[in-house]
Nanobody, 123 residues
């Protein structure tokens, strides 16, 4: 089970930190990710991180502004979002899948999902 939190309303240029708590199974060897879905659009990949020391992968649109990280002891994955833009407004979902999925951009390929948390960026 994945539980996302941390969404809210923020002005353009501001920051938010999303968190996703995992429970019910061991996600230590799962790739964890964040996706988002804006109104009227499909679910798009934002970032992914593996259990190893390999570099995370980010969508080009968020590189340099968003940082994904995970805490193995707390079984959580976070998304620090800086320099937010109105176009970042969306419901953000955390997802998990076994094995190597660092470049798995299709949401249908991720088996486990959190419930989503709404991020609204005002201009």
């Amino acid at each position: 089970q994945l539980q996302a939190s941390g969404g809210g309303l923020v002005q353009a240029g501001g920051s938010l930190r999303l968190s996703c708590a995992a429970s019910g199974r061991t996600f230590s060897t799962y790739t964890m990710s964040w996706f988002r879905q804006a109104p009227g659009k499909g679910r798009e990949f934002v970032a992914a991180i593996m259990w190893s020391d390999s570099e995370p992968n980010y969508a080009d649109s968020v590189k340099g502004r968003f940082t994904i990280s995970r805490d193995y002891f707390k079984n959580t994955v976070s998304l620090q979002m800086n320099s937010l833009k109105p176009e970042n407004t969306a419901v953000y979902y955390c997802a998990a899948g076994p094995g190597f999925r660092l470049f798995t951009y299709q949401s249908t390929q991720w088996p486990y999902w959190g419930q989503g948390t709404l991020v609204t960026v005002s201009s």
